[in-house]
């Protein structure tokens, strides 16, 4: 996943040309986490890049420099992920604190899905992420984040095996979904509900296999689950089987069963790939020493 993976709320970025740019903690910037720049001139030159971006066509060779930052970064983040083996996405809010449930239950999902011997990744950020993080570390299983720069809010949280930081969105979401074999949605806001709509969108156009797409948080996902079918159903633009095929529950264990529909299952070892299914008969991937892996 994703995130999720998990996930975060957007921040709050004024989209005018030439506006003065919100402040960037120091836990967050680029520098801090080793992504270089094109040139070193400002902490917020990623910010600028990917509204360039967004803002319509520009010159040829800038578009085509473009091309290949983005590509170096899906490469970066496939040489980072591949060896993983089977992971969980736990997707959720930043904003949870330590003492909240939402965050005590993701640690505690995060914990029973490293038992089983998941990697657990997440969007490597505070709040959700960190609980999911937080529970696989201290049963001893891998921990890993994907994670984003942005202006405030999100950091890096300290439970992680892996961090890998990325610049553009749309990177992060695939490595999220790429490298997962389940997504677990735990309560969150714009970010939480992207990845999770994507996910399923994904499910639904047969993009991804049917992997287990699982709510927790009954009362807060409830109005979600009734606008699904109230309206959504109701209206004929989604079918049934749209809702059904999606997990509602608060139960740890509940949780835990679905994951063992998962197309792959970890080793008893915790690394590689069983192929329980047709459709994913590929072997564990091998590393090749000359590439230095």
Known sequence: MLDTTTSLEPAEVPVQQGAPLPPFPPTASPEANGLPHSN??????????????????????????RVFKIAGEFIRGFRALHFQGPC???????????????????????????????????????????????????????????????????HENRYLDQMILFRYFFVRKVMLVKYSQAFIIMPGGYGTLDEAFEA??????????????????????????????????ANRTIEQHDITR?????????????????????????RGFIADREWLTHDCPKRWHWFGE
């Not at 520009?58 to 085509?64: K, N």
């Not at 499910?203 to 009734?226: A, D, R, S």
Request: charged residues 20%; contains cysteine.
């Open 200 to 233: 399923m969108t994904l499910i639904q156009t047969g993009k991804v296999f049917n992997f287990p797409v699982i709510f927790v948080g009954v009362e807060f996902w409830k109005p979600l689950f009734e606008f699904l079918r109230n309206t959504l159903q």
């Open 88 to 154: 969980v996405t736990v997707f959720g809010s930043a904003r949870f604190p330590e003492n909240h449930p939402y965050y005590q239950k993701a640690r505690e999902i995060g914990a029973e899905a490293a038992k089983l011997g998941f990697t657990v990744m997440t969007g490597g950020g505070p709040g959700i992420m960190e609980a999911a993080n937080r529970g696989a570390k201290e049963v001893g299983g891998r921990s890993v984040g994907c994670n984003i720069m942005l202006p405030k809010e999100q």
């Open 40 to 65: 070193g001139n400002s902490s917020h030159e990623w910010l600028r890049d990917e509204r360039n971006l967004l803002e319509g066509p520009r010159s040829r060779w800038t578009e085509l420099v």
């Open 246 to 270: 999606l997990v509602l529950t608060d139960d740890v264990s509940e949780v835990m069963e679905h994951l063992s529909t998962c197309p792959s299952q970890p080793t008893r070892e915790g």
